[in-house]
């Protein structure tokens, strides 16, 4: 198996950061750890860069200005090594048996992105395990509230370079930035699957970026749901 990156775009996230890594810290399949700040006003910088003296996988960025969940997510991306990335949410926590699922994988395509099949304990996904979807499929799936949840997830293997020429500098879709990167892939003829077994544990809490933050995306996720339903 290729080494992989485990990149967490962060904000004012200390603590939920150091639990988000903490099973998998140590794990030889992971040998890089980026963590990109965007620009936390309650210390968190301070506090990461004395907690990762020690620690030689954690590579630490922080970004110039504020920018926000979408464009932190491809500062992350940008400043990995591997061709193979975790794009993870700091409020989450990553097992070992998510990598187990990467490990068992047979041949990872890297015009394909990974999806979980459960953020446990609240969002399962597993009536998808094993399916892909490509342009051509999508559309019939999106009256299912279930599958256009799991779009909009994330927390998901990636291939570095292929996510990140599809990332889009024109927009900022706030709290719809999975789907709608999820959207580039399908439009652009890229595959989603979902990964048997690849499962995390999900938090949902008052500070969450979409708690704090769906009020400002509008109508965009509708206008991402128009477009995946439009594909064919």
Not at 90 to 114: F, K, M
Not at 136 to 147: G, I, L, Y
Not at 171 to 188: G, K
Request: proline content about 4%; glycine content about 2%; charged content about 25%.
């Amino acid at each position: 198996m290729e080494k992989l990156s485990l990149c967490i775009p962060t904000y004012n996230r200390f603590e939920l950061v150091k639990k988000c890594v903490s099973k998998v810290m140590y794990d030889p399949r992971i040998d890089e750890i980026v963590l990109c700040d965007d620009c936390s006003t309650d210390g968190s910088w301070d506090k990461l860069i004395d907690w990762s003296l020690d620690k030689t996988k954690i590579k630490l960025h922080r970004n110039a200005t504020n920018l926000d969940c979408y464009a932190n997510k491809r500062e992350a991306l940008k400043y990995a090594t591997n061709e193979w990335c975790i794009l993870f949410d700091s409020d989450n926590e990553i097992g070992l048996d998510y990598l187990d699922r990467i490990s068992n994988w047979a041949t990872l395509e890297p015009d394909c992105a990974y999806l979980p099949v459960f953020a446990k304990p609240h969002f399962d996904y597993r009536e998808f395990s094993g399916l892909t979807f490509h342009r051509t499929n999508v559309a019939p799936k999106m009256d299912n509230a279930t599958f256009r949840c799991a779009l909009n997830t994330a927390n998901y293997l990636v291939h570095r370079q292929t996510y990140l020429t599809l990332w889009d500098p024109n927009v900022n879709p706030v709290t719809a930035d999975s789907i709608y990167m999820n959207y580039r892939y399908l439009a652009h003829g890229k595959r989603l699957v979902f990964m048997p077994g690849l499962e995390y544990h999900h938090l949902v809490h008052e500070q969450s970026h979409y708690k704090l933050n769906c009020h400002k995306t509008g109508r965009f996720i509708d206008d991402v749901e128009k477009k995946l339903r439009e594909l064919k």
